[in-house]
């Protein structure tokens, strides 16, 4: 039995949905001291009322200190709206 190339796209497809319905972000266990700071780090940037270009300074500077390439931030995004 041949199996097409559209078929096997759309197995792949599901696997990969089923894979990331299974990884609950909000599920996985920061330690509490990074927690505490990233909380008191979103609640001053909130209690800012910075404008969009300020915003988005903060996160480059934030995605530069991980050292996230911008190949794997686009995956990030990209995982992000699908969750959402």
């Known amino acids: 039995m041949k199996i097409s190339k559209s078929r096997i796209k ?3 497809k599901e696997e990969l949905e ?6 609950d972000l909000e599920k996985v266990a920061i330690p ?6 990233m909380n008191r780090f979103i609640d001053v ?3 800012g009322k910075l404008n969009r270009q300020k915003q988005k300074a ?12 911008p190949q794997e931030l ?3 995004v990209q ?6």
């Open 10 to 12: 759309e197995m792949i």
């Open 32 to 37: 509490s001291n990074v927690k505490r700071f």
């Open 18 to 23: 089923s894979y990331m319905k299974e990884q």
């Open 79 to 84: 995982k992000v709206k699908k969750g959402l």
């Open 58 to 69: 903060i996160l480059y500077k934030v995605v530069k200190g991980l050292g996230i390439s």
């Open 74 to 76: 686009q995956m990030y």
């Open 45 to 47: 940037v909130d209690d």
